[in-house]
C-alpha cells in the first residue's frame, strides 16, 4: 500500500514539471528567431595604434563577402564614424583625426548588405598632444672629444628616456664636404663616433619619442646645441717643462693623461716656483676653456697644489699672448674650470703655476675646450 501512495505521489510531481516547462517555453517563445540570429562578420583581428591627436584603426577585410560597411564608435557612441568596405583588397584601415589627448574606447560593429550587423568589437588606446610633448626630455651629450685635426668627434651620451619612449637621437652637423648631414644614434648606443666632421664648427642634437610601439606618429624635442669639445689628449705632446721629480709616479706627463689620481710632482728640493708646461696640441684649435685639478693620487687629494695658475697660448711656440693670471682652490677635489671669453686660434698652450705652499709643486690633471 504504502509503495502504491509513493509511485502516485512521483507520478504528481511528474506532471508539475511538465506543465511548467511548458508555461515557461511559452514565456520565451516570443524571442526565438526562426533558423537563429545571423549576424555579419565582425572585424577580426582589429588593430588601433596611437598618433598625435589621431589614432589609426586597421584590420583584415575577412571573409565574409556580404560585408559593406563599418561604423567606429568613441566617447560612449556619442561620436562616430561610418566608412565602406570594398569587396577586394586585403585590409581595411580608417585614421581619426583631431582627437583630444587621452585614452580612448572604440567600438566597431560591421554591417552586410542585407541589414545585419556584428558582434561588437571594441579597442582601447591613446591620443597624444602638447601634454606628451610637453614631457619630452633632449638627451644630454655628456662629453664632446675631437681630436687634433677637427675632424673625428666622439660624443658620450647620457641614459636615454626610454620610459617616456625615446628610441633615437638625431644628430646634425656639418660634413668636411661642407654639406649638412644627420647622424642617427639609437638610445641605446652611449658612444657616437663622426669621422668626416668640419673642423671648427658645432653640431645639433634632437631626441625622437614614440610614446608607444605601435604609434604612428614621431615627437621630438627641440634641438640642443652641442657643447665645446674636449681636446683629445691622446695627440698631444709636452714640449717644454720646468722640472719633475724621479719616477714614473711624478711625470709632467701624468697631468695630461685624462686622470686626477694621478701626480706631476716638480723637482722636490731643487725647484721653485713658477713651475710650468707647455704643450702642443697637435692642430690650431679655438680655445674656450681650461680645467684644472689638484690630484688624488696616494691621499685622496694633495694640497701641495698652486693656488695662483696662468695661462698663455701661442700659434709658433714662440709668440705669446697672456690669457691672464687666476686663483686655484688647493683644498678641494674635482676639476676647476676658466674661461677664456677671448676664444683664441691657437696650436700650443702654456700652463704655469705661479704660486703655492711650498717651493715645489704636486699637480693632478689639466684640460682645454673649444673647437
Known amino acids: ?86 569587396v577586394t583588397g586585403d585590409s581595411i584601415s580608417q585614421v581619426i583625426s583631431n582627437l583630444e589627448e587621452k585614452s580612448y574606447s572604440f567600438t566597431i560593429y560591421t554591417y552586410d548588405n542585407q541589414g545585419h550587423v556584428s558582434v561588437p568589437v571594441e579597442l582601447i588606446s591613446a591620443a597624444y598632444g602638447e601634454i606628451y610633448q610637453n614631457s619630452l626630455l633632449n638627451r644630454i651629450a655628456n662629453v664632446n672629444k675631437v681630436n687634433a685635426a677637427g675632424n673625428v668627434v666622439s660624443i658620450n651620451w647620457a641614459g636615454a628616456d626610454i620610459t617616456n619612449g625615446a628610441f633615437m637621437t638625431e644628430v646634425l652637423y656639418t660634413n668636411t664636404a661642407g654639406a649638412e648631414s644627420v ?129 698663455l697660448v701661442s700659434m709658433d711656440n714662440v709668440t705669446w699672448t697672456d690669457l691672464g693670471i687666476y686663483d686655484f682652490n688647493r683644498m678641494i677635489n674635482g676639476e676647476q674650470v676658466y674661461n677664456i671669453p677671448s676664444k683664441p686660434l691657437a696650436r700650443y698652450f702654456k700652463f704655469v703655476a705661479v704660486s703655492g705652499p711650498e717651493n715645489n709643486m704636486v699637480l693632478g690633471e689639466i684640460s682645454a675646450y673649444g673647437l
Not at 509513493?6 to 524571442?31: H, N, P, R
Not at 621630438?220 to 681636446?231: C, I, L, M, P, R
Request: glycine residues 8%; proline residues 4%.
Open 183 to 311: 647622424k642617427k644614434v639609437l638610445s641605446k648606443e652611449t658612444v657616437t663616433t663622426i669621422n668626416d666632421y668640419k673642423p671648427g664648427t658645432r653640431y645639433e642634437y634632437r631626441t625622437l619619442y614614440r610614446p608607444d610601439s605601435l604609434s604612428i606618429d614621431v615627437f621630438n624635442t627641440a634641438y640642443s646645441q652641442g657643447q665645446d669639445f674636449a681636446f683629445d689628449k691622446s695627440e698631444w705632446k709636452i714640449t717644454a717643462f720646468s722640472t719633475q721629480h724621479p719616477g714614473a709616479d711624478n711625470a709632467v706627463k701624468n697631468a695630461i693623461d685624462g686622470t686626477d689620481a694621478t701626480r706631476w710632482h716638480s723637482l722636490a728640493g731643487g725647484s721653485s716656483y713658477p713651475h710650468f708646461m707647455t704643450v702642443d696640441l697637435g692642430g690650431e684649435k679655438t680655445i674656450s676653456r681650461f680645467g684644472v685639478w689638484r690630484t688624488t693620487f696616494e691621499t685622496g687629494g694633495d694640497n701641495r697644489a698652486p693656488n695662483r695658475i696662468q695661462f
Open 1 to 86: 500500500m504504502k509503495s502504491i501512495y509513493s509511485y502516485l505521489a512521483l507520478l504528481i510531481i511528474c506532471l508539475m514539471v511538465v506543465t511548467g516547462c511548458k508555461k515557461m517555453d511559452s514565456t520565451y517563445e516570443q524571442f526565438i528567431v526562426p533558423g537563429g540570429i545571423i549576424y555579419a562578420g565582425k572585424a577580426n583581428k582589429a588593430v588601433v595604434q596611437s598618433g598625435k591627436n589621431r589614432v589609426r584603426i586597421s584590420w583584415p577585410r575577412g571573409t565574409d563577402p556580404n560585408v559593406t560597411r563599418a561604423g567606429i564608435y568613441w566617447n560612449n557612441f556619442r561620436d562616430s564614424i561610418e566608412l565602406s568596405i570594398p
